[in-house]
C-alpha cells in the first residue's frame, strides 16, 4: 500500500456558515473560522474542508457560484481567506477546497452571456434546448423538486438544472468549459491549497441524446440514469487530473451520490489517474423509504449497513484504492440521530460510531459538531427551514394538494432536512450557542446547554475527549491507518467488528449497534497475545481480550494485540 499523506489525514469538514461569526451579522464567516483554528489543533485533526467560500447568491449556500475567483462578501475577502490558509499551515493543517464544477449559479457572467442569445460563443456552455410542444424537452426532475428544465424567456428555450433553477448545468462536452474549470482549479492550487473535494462530480457527463426516464430514480427524481457515471466521465476525470493534479502532492476527493460500485472502483484505481476517494452513497440511502425525504426512514438491519461498508472496503482494495468514510455531512441527517440514539443512550452511541469512522479503514471525515454528539434539530414550522430543497419540495406538494400543514410532514423535515446538519456550531451555552453575538441565520438546537464545546472540553468523559482519545490513537498507530482490514460476525444484528492487521500489530473494534445488551463469544481470529484495551465508551475492568464479552448498550471497545 503506498504511503500517501491524505491516507493518514483525519478531515473536519467546516460549514462556513454556521461554524463561527465573528462580526455579528448572524452568518459565520472566515476570520470566525480564524477565530477557531486553536479548537482544531486541539481536536488533533490534519485536514480541513471547508464547504464553498466564493461570491455566490445564495440560492443553495454557496453551491450556486456566481464567481469561482472571489470571496463570498459575507465569509470575508480574499485576504481573510489567505490568513485562514496561513493560520492552518502553521499548525500544520491543510486545506481542500470545495470546487462545483456541475454547475454555476445563473447569475455566474457564463450564464449570463449564453442566455442572451442563441450565438454567443457561451451558449454552448450550457444545456440549451427547445421546448417539446408546451413541454420541457425531456421528464427530468431535479433533485430538488419539479422539472429540471427552466424555460428562458429572452431566446425561447429551456435551459437544464439538476439542482435549482439558479443552478444550471454546465456541458462539459464543450472542451472549452472544461478548460475553464481547470485553469479556476489551479489559480487556486497556485495559491497553496492542498486539494478539491469535487461537488457531484460523478453527474458532469450527461448522456447526450438526454433521454426521456420511464423510471423514478433513488431520489424519487427522473433522469439520473442518464447522467450518474455519465458517458464521458472517466476521459474527464483522467483529463482533469493531468491538468491539474498530476505534478503536484494534492488530493482529488469525489463527491459521487449514487456511484455505481462498478464505476466507484475505478474512479479511485490508482492506476487510472482519476480521483484518490470518493464520497459513495450505499449507506446514505439504504434507508430511504419509497417516498424518499417525505416518508419516515424504513427499517434498516444492521448486517445492511456492514454489508455496504465491507463491500466497498473490499473492492477497493483489489486494485490499492482508497475509501473517504464519512456518517454524516452537510447534507445528511446528525449521524447520531440516524445511525445511533439521540435520547437514553446519545453520548454512547456517538462515541461508538465515532470509533467505528476512526478505526476502520480509509480516511475518515467528521462533520462539524459531530464531535460534540450534535444532533437532529425539532422543526416546527416551515419558516424555520432555509434550505432550498426542503422548502422548494414542501412547497411543491403544497401546490400540488399532497399536503396541506407543516404538521403533516413534520416528523420526516424532522429526520431528513439536510438543516437538521447546518444549525450553528454549539461552541458554550451562551445565547446562540456562542456561534454570533447577533441574530443566527437559522436557529440555535435548543440542547446547546447540554451539547456544546466548552462543557465537554471539562468533561473527560465527553463526546469531544473521546474524539480526540481516537484521533491520537489513530496517529499513534499506524495499523489504523495501513492495516489490511477484515470484518468478522458478518451475520450479527447487533455487532459490528473487525480486524486490523499489519506486520507489527493488530486492532479489533467492536460495536453493540443496539440499545441491549448482548454476550458475545470473541472469534479466536480477533485475539492474539499480549492484547489491552486502548479505548472504550464505558468504564471497563477488561483490560485484555477475554472470550466471552458482556456488551452494554451502544458500547464499544477498541484493543490492540500481536
Ligand atoms: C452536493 C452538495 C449539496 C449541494 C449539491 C448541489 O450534493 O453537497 O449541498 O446542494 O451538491 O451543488
Redesign the pocket.
Known sequence: MKKEWWKEAVVYQIYPRSFNDSDGDGIGDLPGIREKVDYLDYLGIDLVWL?PVYDSPND??G??VRNYRKIMDEFGEMRDWEQLLDELHRRNIRLVMDF?P??TSDEHRWFRQSRESKETPYRDYYFWRKGNGEEPPNNWES?FGGSAWEFDDPTSEYYLHL?SRK?PDLNWDNPEVRQELYEIMNWWMEKGIDGFRL??VNFISKDPDLPDDPEKGPYGSRGSKYYVDGPNVHRYFQEMNREVFADRDAVAIG?T?LVSTEDGVKYVDPSRNELDMIFQFDHVTFDLNEGGFWAQPRDWKLTELKEILNRWRKLTSKTGGWNATYLS???QPRMVTRFGNDGEFRRESAKALAMLLLTISGTPFIYQGEELGMTNYPFSDISELRD??TIQQFNEMKQKGKVESFDEVKEEVRFWS?DNARTPMQWSSEENAGFTDGDSWINVNPNKDQINVEREKEDENSVLQFYRKLISLRNEHEVLVYGSYKPFLKSDEEIFAFRRKSSKEATTTMLNFSAEKKDLTIPDELTGTESELLLSNYPTRDSELSDVISFRPYEARLYKWQ
Open positions: 464547504n443553495d449556500n453551491y450556486d462545483v456541475n454547475h433533485i439542482f443552478q461537488d457531484v463527491e451520490p455531512n452537510h447534507d432550498v430543497q439536510r
